[in-house]
């Protein structure tokens, strides 16, 4: 068996996550069809990680095994496109690898971002590819309140009630906030996160943002451990699974 990784760019909109569903279209299923297509074979791909209804990844890593090592990856990058861009899906590149490599295991670190259009008209151009805020928000403030996220804490007031991690103790290594005119940007890093860890923040920083909560009170909410305390979870259309590092 050969063992190859493949780097991938895709919008998640109409896609229901990345992870395989026997009823659903997600983007896990739609790139293993393809392959299995071409290579003749039954093919499972294994991603880095799940990412959520609508969210889209700038640079997700998976791997594959198949029998025949692919004599022309050029080519065979080609021919896949042919097939995925249609569906918003592009193969940036595919590398041979040992049967050591693992798209999920191996991944030392995790890059995501998030955007707002934070302005009154929304957005045309990245419909469905940001959260639209129209109260004007204090990104200094957003900027003080995720000072305190940085480092290693319990952040089970961020995850997800069906989350499977067996802890909610994460490390973030940075939290970048930058405001261009109109656009904010949240990028943050860690080696992994939780469900609806990045998206859960996010909704927490809008509330500092928007003054409904103050600093002190975001603080207390993130310390409490108590999910029922979190603000509704930021639009998965603004995420974006930035780059894995291994």
Partial sequence: MHRYQILLEYVGTGFYGWQYQKKNI???GTIQKILTKILKEEIKLYGSGRTDSNVHAIEQSA????????PNLKKFISTLNFFLNKKLISVIKIIKKSKKFHARFSAKKRIYKYLIYNRVSSPSIDRDRAWHVKKKLKVELIKQASLYLKGTHDFTVFRASNCAALSPVKTIDYLKIKENKYIIEI???????????VRSIVGCLKYVGEKKWTISKFKRIVKSKNRNLCAPPAPGAGLYLEKVIY
């Fill in 63 to 70: 791997h594959f095994d198949v029998k025949n090592r692919i």
């Fill in 26 to 28: 997600t983007v896990q």
């Fill in 187 to 197: 990028q943050i890093k860690s080696k992994s996160f939780l469900k609806q860890q």
